[in-house]
């Protein structure tokens, strides 16, 4: 996860109240059905992640980021 002012080629864009999410094409299948939560004492939750084929640079899993 990075902090980007802009999206790059391919990146889909989410905005939701004010708030725009850029995503990479590659996390886009992976994050199909994910639901992205704030937790004051974790951050960022995502639950529902799709596992991969290929082992992701979160490792086997990530359920904070």
Aim: charged letters at 20%; a negative charge; one cysteine or more.
């Amino acid at each position: 996860m990075d902090i980007a002012k802009a999206a790059a080629n391919g990146d889909t864009t989410i905005e939701k109240e004010g708030l725009r999410i850029f995503i990479e094409q590659r996390a886009s299948e992976m994050l199909n059905s994910t639901t992205i939560d704030f937790v004051e004492s974790q951050g960022f939750v995502l639950t529902g992640m799709q596992q991969q084929q290929q082992q992701s640079s979160c490792g086997s899993s990530c359920s904070t980021c």
